[in-house]
């Protein structure tokens, strides 16, 4: 049986872009584990489930969800994860990722080892900052001149303000586009698409909550699985 891992923010995921590959992948048999940094359960980013934001219909799924899955609802901690165990690991987005997630050592040792090993690895939104904190095994940024797309810098300018604040009053520490792009990533956020994934060789990137259904999708076609 095809395995996959899912790492989810502890700071705050978003709903559509951790829930639509879970159930994709799901669906077409795939064995879904969840972890989080500290194997406490993942915390939604409220505004993911809020109606006016995401739409009724979806913000009533991702929180039934979010509530009712015994995999997001007990998950195994990071550090206890092992890349080789899997067949591919998923890092859905969410801003949350920003204060957990991209920079966890466990989590970037996951990635580096699914990427050189025989996995893939699919990287969404906000997570994607994770690619430009984490080397390979030559020390070299594992970003450095792949094809990604990504949390374009356009959209973040209307949710900061000009302090960087979020609407929750956290600062945001980084840009994801800024970041990929330093860690010499070539960026296209294909912002004319309405859906942008990218497939680099066993690296899968997707835009933003728009993109879920195709990042799943993709990551299944990867993987030489039909939906």
């Given at each position: 049986m095809t395995r996959?891992?899912?790492?989810?923010?502890?700071?705050?995921?978003?709903?559509?872009?951790?829930?639509?590959?879970?159930?994709?992948?799901?669906?077409a048999g795939?064995?879904?584990?969840?972890?989080t940094p500290t194997g406490g359960p993942?915390?939604?980013?409220?505004?993911?489930?809020?109606?006016?934001q995401v739409g009724e219909e979806t913000a009533e799924h991702v929180m039934?969800?979010?509530?009712?899955?015994?995999?997001?609802?007990?998950?195994?901690?990071?550090a206890k994860a092992q890349a080789g165990e899997y067949d591919a690991v998923?890092?859905?987005?969410?801003?949350?990722?920003?204060?957990?997630?991209?920079?966890?050592?466990?989590?970037?040792?996951?990635?580096?080892?699914?990427?050189?090993?025989?996995?893939?690895?699919?990287v969404v939104c906000h997570a994607i900052a994770i690619l430009?904190?984490?080397r390979d095994s030559h020390g070299a940024f594992l970003v450095h001149d792949r094809d990604v797309t990504g949390f374009p810098n356009e959209w973040e300018?209307?949710?900061?303000?000009?302090?960087?604040?979020?609407?929750?009053?956290?600062?945001?520490?980084?840009?994801?586009?800024?970041?990929?792009?330093?860690?010499?990533?070539?960026?296209?956020a294909e912002l004319d698409s309405e859906?942008?994934?990218?497939?680099?060789?066993d690296l899968i990137t997707a835009r933003g909550p728009g993109s879920s259904s195709a990042a799943g999708q993709t990551l299944l076609e990867e993987l030489g699985i039909e939906a």
């Open positions: 996959a891992l899912f790492v989810v923010s502890e700071e705050g995921y978003w709903g559509e872009e951790c829930i639509e590959p879970l159930e994709t992948l799901t669906d795939v064995d879904v584990t969840v972890a993942p915390r939604i980013d409220e505004r993911s489930a809020d109606p006016e039934e969800v979010h509530e009712t899955d015994e995999r997001l609802n007990d998950p195994i901690p990071l998923v890092f859905p987005g969410g801003h949350g990722t920003e204060w957990d997630i991209n920079q966890d050592r466990h989590a970037r040792t996951i990635l580096r080892e699914t990427i050189e090993g025989d996995g893939k690895a699919l430009a904190f984490t300018e209307g949710i900061v303000d000009d302090e960087d604040l979020m609407p929750d009053g956290r600062k945001l520490p980084y840009w994801v586009e800024d970041e990929v792009i330093a860690a010499g990533g070539n960026w296209d859906t942008s994934v990218t497939v680099d060789g």
